[in-house]
């Protein structure tokens, strides 16, 4: 256990669905992030959530839409994703501390969308 | 951002040291360098950071020459266990409160027998 839960850990989902993923960190910490990592491609940063406000949005598709209800939980809702839309999810925390600078991930989400 | 280059494979043996060297010419000022270390289908984990000269923890040494432009991570004695992708990223930390690492694509070391 990482510190930062990601549910679930698989999904396979139609181009219709609706669906969410969730993140949930215990460690306390003020930022949190999406990544997203498709087969055989660098890990691509989505979004930045800063004391629970989005402070990043790198030229994501709306049919990706994240939510930071509270400083420890992240959502990213999904709906009408495309196939290439198929790979696995990231979350990640941090915190501003002395002597860790770290990110922490959680072990990711893997979708499948058919 | 500061751009990173590094070995897009790498083979070892176990119980050899191993060494993974990462360009970063235009480092600036206020960067730091940081390596993670990444398993199939899992997050990566954070393995070491530093600024300048040598840092060791439990698991790695990272060697940072005086002009920056380049770092070494060092893993000791591998075993097949440490078979993974590693990251070598350069970023200031914590600007604004938060920060933006930038992954590439990472060394994929193969650890053998």
């Known amino acids: 256990e990482t510190g930062v839960t990601q549910t679930p850990r698989h999904l396979v989902m139609g181009m219709t669905n609706k669906k969410s993923l969730k993140c949930e960190q215990h460690l306390g910490h003020n930022a949190m992030y999406w990544y997203k990592q498709s087969a055989k491609k660098p890990l691509e940063l989505m979004f930045v959530y800063s004391l629970e406000e989005r402070v990043e949005n790198n030229s994501v598709p709306s049919r990706f839409s994240p939510e930071c209800p509270n400083s420890s939980h992240l959502f990213l809702h999904l709906h009408t994703l495309q196939p290439e839309d198929s790979a696995l999810y990231l979350c990640?925390?941090?915190?501003?501390?002395?002597?860790?600078?770290?990110?922490?991930f959680g072990s990711g989400t893997r979708l499948t969308v058919v | 951002l500061a751009k990173t280059t590094q070995p897009i494979s790498m083979d070892s043996y176990e119980g050899q040291e191993v060494n993974i060297t990462c360009s970063h010419n235009n480092i600036a000022t206020n960067d730091y360098i940081t390596w993670y270390q990444q398993f199939p289908s899992q997050g990566p984990r954070f393995i070491i950071q530093g600024y300048k000269t040598k840092v060791t923890n439990e698991v790695a040494s990272l060697f940072i020459p005086a002009d920056r432009k380049s770092s070494t991570l060092s893993l000791p004695r591998v075993s097949l266990s440490d078979t993974a992708v590693y990251y070598c990223l350069v970023g200031p930390m914590f600007s604004g409160g938060y920060n933006k690492l930038i992954f590439g694509a990472g060394t994929r070391l193969a650890v053998h027998p």
């Open positions: 990640a925390s941090s915190q501003e501390q002395d002597g860790n600078y770290g990110y922490t």
